[in-house]
T-cell receptor, first 110, second 115 residues
Framework: NAGVTQTPKFQVLKTGQSMTLQCAQD?????MYWYRQDPGMGLRLIYY???????DKGEVPNGYNVSRLNKREFSLRLESAAPSQTSVYFC?????????FGNGTRLTVT | KQEVTQIPAALSVPEGENLVLNCSFT??????LQWFRQDPGKGLTSLLL?????REQTSGRLNASLDKSSGRSTLYIAASQPGDSATYLC??????????????FGRGTQLTVWP
């Protein structure tokens, strides 16, 4: 009954540090997505992956990289974190029409 | 680019009221429209999905309508309860272009239902 699992739940980074946000889904979905949610901005798409081995940029990809390691896992990497990347990050997966979201990672960059 | 607007941004009502949340979008060429609920510190949960060919969808006390030509959707909540308190988000999936299922979200309506 896991659905979409994101780790970690919370993270504090200093400017310039790097980290990888992990996402895994157990629903055998092909498509996976990374969104960020900022106050007053709604959710914005960072990257998405239509299937294993493929990734595409979304609306706000700068400063991020992604890896679709296999069908289950889709990771988001910040190579050199900046305060503007302070946000809540959501991973989602989709089979046919409905998106299934994880509970998010709250990231603060100081 | 598709823009999605939700009005009001916040709403506070007493228990038992019927209420309406509004969503508008700029490009009427949509594939579907989806309403989500988000509880504090949690992800989004899908409530209702309306395909572009449909006019409305119902689930329990929730009813969502879609007027594609005017670029509007409403979420109607009947007999509201404190447990309905959450942020409600509207999202549209574009109907043209290679969007691979991505959604465009509104900023949400934060609903508080008090006893």
């Amino acid at each position: 009954n896991a659905g979409v699992t994101q780790t970690p739940k919370f993270q504090v980074l200093k400017t310039g540090q790097s980290m990888t946000l992990q996402c895994a889904q157990d629903m055998n979905h092909n498509s996976m997505y990374w969104y960020r949610q900022d106050p007053g901005m709604g959710l914005r798409l960072i990257y998405y992956s239509a299937s294993e081995g493929t990734t595409d940029k979304g609306e706000v990809p700068n400063g991020y990289n992604v890896s679709r390691l296999n069908k289950r896992e889709f990771s988001l990497r910040l190579e050199s974190a900046a305060p503007s990347q302070t946000s809540v990050y959501f991973c989602a997966s989709r089979a046919s029409v409905t998106l299934h979201f994880g509970n998010g990672t709250r990231l603060t960059v100081t | 680019k598709q823009e999605v607007t939700q009005i009001p941004a916040a709403l506070s009502v007493p228990e038992g009221e019927n209420l309406v949340l509004n969503c508008s979008f700029t490009d009427s060429a949509i594939y579907n429209l989806q309403w989500f609920r988000q509880d504090p510190g949690k992800g989004l949960t899908s409530l209702l999905l309306i395909q572009s060919s449909q006019r409305e969808q119902t689930s329990g006390r929730l009813n969502a309508s879609l007027d594609k030509s005017s670029g509007r959707s409403t979420l109607y909540i009947a007999a509201s309860q404190p447990g309905d308190s959450a942020t409600y988000l509207c999202a549209v999936r574009p109907g043209r272009g290679s969007t691979l299922g991505r959604l465009y979200f509104g900023r949400g309506t934060q609903l508080t239902v008090w006893p």
